[in-house]
């Protein structure tokens, strides 16, 4: 019987991890995603979405992955669902213009907005958790049950992981993060129904917040 021969394992979640850890800056780990060519998404995507948001930010929000809009922009939850990102963030006195930092798990559209496979994920998530790493925000967000169950390495959904305070830990953080689960706006457009849950969370981050010292603008 003649032996199927297969393909070399993918080296691309080694570069990246190469690439994303000889960053030093957001700068210099944003240079060295547009150079990284070990993600197939690219190939399709119309550009790079890295980030917005202040780099120094108390507050980091970490997403699933770039749409329709954000592959236009360049920029990270900038259609509907990011307006209503916006709107709830600005019920508690945060934004992007002065105290938040948003990036996503992937970087790459997905087309038609389908899931990230796991080469796909495993080639990104060396450059996020150097974003993590890099920030390293008083509070982590993780908007949906992709971002969470990434970034905190945990199978559970996120009805049972949102609004708990959490803990995200990296291999170069020497202390672990405060972290807390959101719904996802997405989520939240296609079951309005549920938004009474993202209030209470929100609440609840909220009051993290000012125990841990971060200045919140007077909200909506």
Request: proline share 8%.
């Amino acid at each position: 019987m003649r032996k199927v021969s297969r393909p070399p394992p993918s080296t691309a979640p080694d570069d990246a991890r190469k690439l994303a850890d000889a960053a030093s800056t957001l700068a210099e780990l944003r240079a060295a995603l547009e150079d990284f060519e070990g993600c197939t998404l690219k190939k399709t995507a119309r550009q790079t979405v890295f980030s917005d948001g202040v780099e120094d930010a108390p507050v980091m929000v970490v997403g699933e992955a770039p749409g329709r809009d954000e592959d236009a922009e360049g920029r990270p939850f900038v259609g509907r669902s990011g307006q209503l990102l916006d709107r709830m963030l600005d019920s508690i006195g945060l934004n992007r213009q002065s105290n938040v930092f948003i990036s996503n798990v992937i970087f790459w559209r997905p087309p038609g907005n389908r899931p990230p496979t796991q080469g796909e994920i495993a080639a990104c998530v060396p450059f996020i958790e150097r974003a993590v790493t890099l920030v390293r925000p008083k509070l982590l967000i993780l908007a949906g049950g992709f971002a969470a169950q990434t970034l905190l390495k945990r199978d559970d959904g996120v009805m049972r992981l949102r609004g708990k305070r959490l803990t995200c830990g990296l291999p170069a953080l020497t202390e672990p993060l405060h972290a807390m689960v959101m719904l996802h706006p997405a989520y939240l457009l296609r079951r309005p129904q549920d938004k009474r849950l993202a209030w209470a969370d929100l609440l609840a981050f909220a009051a993290w917040a000012d125990e841990v010292g971060i200045q919140r603008g007077p909200g909506l």
